[in-house]
């Protein structure tokens, strides 16, 4: 199995593994929270007269926020005495026999009364809340004790709901003080599990049963199913913390995958519990490490898809119980087999989507695998994008290509320094100040009478290689330089790719990257740099020295605005865009330049639809970009709708102020040439 194991499984695990630290799953949490159910029941047992035992997730200590365990308590009634064989002595409480035959299902008894004065079992006598049997015994009738209040019911157990997460499941149960002989064959030890003082301390404990019979029996209101909770209880506190995270995770699993489409019932997180006992019996302890986290939940998946492939899952104390009886059936039992199936298809990336105590997005900013070069977070590489643009705000020097190409490495290196431990946003940088440098030097380019043809083409080398950057941020601007110089069949053509690969975005700029991004990282075999090339939008930034490298309308707004996001360090002259707006912005004067009226138009709608989306970044510039385009059509009235929303969103330091007052002045002089 390990030979076929992927090779980020040992990566994953051990981050996995402080995830489950975090979410409140560390060993001295752990620990307080089994200490403080523990001192609960012996409190109860000093002040109650009934003898309370809790069990479950919560005295186990194996729930989470998200999980949402009830707490689970069996209140035993001490005046009745069960027995599992006749005594030779009386007793003056109402004593009871465990007895089967061969209609009693497997961990399950009927408990035959006995004569108060003889000790003899009862037969063909009728008492209250006894029944005869197909046998003629007469036996407990374990569905009067189903209920001891008018609380809500789950199951064979009175629920209480305290306030809005805490709810309380109580169940009445009957002690048997002796190990029940259907369980006589358990304690095999196979690879040294369970320990021997676990054995002997298990079997001193007993069991407890519970009041609900067998759903498929005709007499399980007779029968009383065999409980060996207290054993659970002390196998899962022997967890180490490997096995115990396990069992959590696949808690998790079940909730988030299961659940919904198969229901509460065809997966229980007791059915987990026995899954993991029995992997723990059949591997070697060295495999239940922290770096095999992730191989420890795909072995227990595994046995359950086995499990619900036959329908058949055995108690780990009665093997002959099959626990998925009056659960699993039909159409239930293919979806849930389904689901298993998926998951162990997906080789570990399920844990990337789960929601449980945001397991996913916690995992997702922590993860960092051999397929996964250096699994980046978007605010490490934008932060590492603003430094070097801060470097790049000064014009590049008369002193020549050489000097700029000198000054590009040697920014380079500085934002290498600053992130030395991320070799992808080494990449990265490399590409967007490549990118930044060709615009810079394609503005001093153009701001000149006579244009230096040579440093010009340099600056498109320049252009071009920033293009690898990301999807938009490189292109767009390389398609501006091409408006710049007249070149419309280009800018077309690049602007043309640039829509075709936005349709297929997993993450734009400012958000974290989701778990989806990652498991399109494993699904494709990306490195992060491919995945931010191929996937990942971020916004285009200018700052002064490339202002003849941009469109005007940015111009404008670059020197009179300020920016409500503009981040630090960044220069005081800059400016930030959408890539979605500036990329219909650029089509719009692409189409208008070329007399395409219907390209022009659509281009226009496009924008108008991005625009007013209401988690849009950067709106003022959008807004600007959008006036500007109005009033290029004529449509000045709605150009100055669009400024007012503009100066209501900002009203100081504010590039519309200015474009409104173009407008008042145009309104005059068409007033003034009509007549």
Not at 164 to 183: E, H, I
Request: hydrophobic residues 40%; negative net charge.
């Amino acid at each position: 199995m390990e030979g076929n194991t992927p090779v980020y499984y040992n990566d994953v695990s051990l981050r996995l593994f402080n995830v489950l630290d975090n979410v409140g799953l560390r060993e001295d949490i752990r620990w307080k929270r089994i200490s403080m159910m523990f001192q609960r029941d012996e409190i109860e047992f000093v002040c109650s007269e009934h003898f309370h035992h809790t069990f479950g997730s919560q005295a186990e200590a194996t729930t989470t926020p998200g999980l949402q365990a009830d707490i689970d308590i069996a209140t035993c009634i001490p005046e009745i005495v069960v027995l599992q064989r006749i005594p030779w002595l009386q007793t003056s409480k109402v004593t009871y026999i465990m007895v089967s035959d061969e209609s009693t299902p497997p961990g399950y008894v009927k408990l035959q009364a006995l004569d108060s004065n003889s000790s003899i079992p009862v037969f063909n006598a009728q008492f209250e809340r006894h029944s005869l049997d197909s046998s003629g015994r007469s036996v407990l009738c374990s569905h009067n004790f189903c209920s001891l209040s008018e609380s809500e019911r789950h199951g064979p157990a009175d629920r209480r709901i305290y306030g809005k997460t805490l709810s309380m499941d109580t169940v009445v149960a009957l002690r048997v003080l002796s190990w029940p002989w259907q369980a006589s064959q358990w304690g095999y030890r196979i690879n040294n599990y369970p320990s021997q003082g676990n054995i002997v301390l298990i079997k001193q404990t007993g069991a407890l049963l519970v009041p609900v019979g067998h759903p498929l029996s005709p007499e399980s209101h007779l029968e009383w199913r065999i409980s060996i909770s207290y054993g659970e209880k002390i196998l899962v506190w022997q967890f180490n913390s490997t096995q115990y995270k396990c069992y959590v995770l696949l808690k998790m699993i079940k909730k988030h995958f299961v659940e919904p489409s198969c229901g509460e019932k065809a997966l229980t997180s007791y059915h987990c519990k026995t899954c993991v006992f029995y992997a723990l019996q059949s591997t070697p302890p060295s495999l239940w490490q922290p770096e095999n986290l992730l191989l420890c939940v795909e072995l227990c998946l595994r046995t359950l898809c086995k499990w619900v492939k036959i329908g058949y899952c055995p108690n780990y104390f009665i093997p002959q119980e099959n626990m998925f009886h009056g659960k699993l059936y039909g159409h239930i039992q293919v979806k849930l087999l389904a689901v298993l199936h998926d998951l162990l298809r997906q080789e570990g990336k399920y844990i990337l989507r789960l929601s449980c105590d945001d397991m996913g997005q916690r995992l997702t900013r922590l993860c960092q695998t051999s397929l996964i070069n250096s699994v980046i977070q978007e605010k490490v590489v934008v932060e590492s994008m603003r430094i070097s643009f801060a470097f790049l705000s000064g014009s590049i020097e008369e002193a020549g290509i050489k000097f700029a190409c000198q000054d590009l490495s040697n920014k380079i290196g500085f934002v290498k320094k600053i992130c030395s431990t991320h070799t992808t946003i080494q990449t990265l940088i490399e590409m967007f100040c490549s990118s930044s440098l060709g615009s810079d030097l394609a503005s001093q380019c153009l701001s000149q009478e006579v244009i230096d043809q040579d440093r010009l083409d340099i600056a498109h080398d320049l252009l071009v290689l920033g293009c690898s950057s990301d999807v938009t941020s490189g292109r767009l601007k390389l398609a501006v330089f091409y408006l710049m110089q007249d070149n419309l069949i280009m800018a077309e053509s690049v602007l043309h790719q640039i829509q075709e690969d936005y349709t297929y975005l997993v993450s734009e700029y400012n958000t974290y990257w989701p778990e989806e991004a990652l498991c399109k990282i494993l699904e494709d075999n990306l490195s992060a740099t491919e995945f931010v090339r191929q996937y990942v939008a971020y916004p285009v930034y200018y700052v002064q020295s490339e202002m003849h490298c941009m469109p005007k309308a940015l111009i404008l707004k670059m020197f009179l605005s300020r920016e409500i996001h503009v981040p630090d360090p960044c220069p005081s002259r800059s400016v930030y865009v959408h890539p979605h707006v500036f990329l219909h912005y650029l089509e719009y004067q692409c189409y208008f330049l070329q007399g395409k009226i219907p390209h022009k138009l659509a281009a226009l709608d496009n924008m108008l639809c991005v625009v007013f989306d209401k988690d849009l970044e950067y709106r003022d510039s959008a807004l600007s970009l959008l006036a500007c385009c109005l009033m290029q059509e004529g449509m000045y009235i709605n150009a100055w709708k669009v400024l007012c929303i503009s100066m209501r969103l900002q009203n100081e330091h504010n590039a519309a102020m200015w474009q409104i007052t173009f407008l008042i002045n145009r309104a005059f002089w068409l007033k003034r040439q009509r007549h």
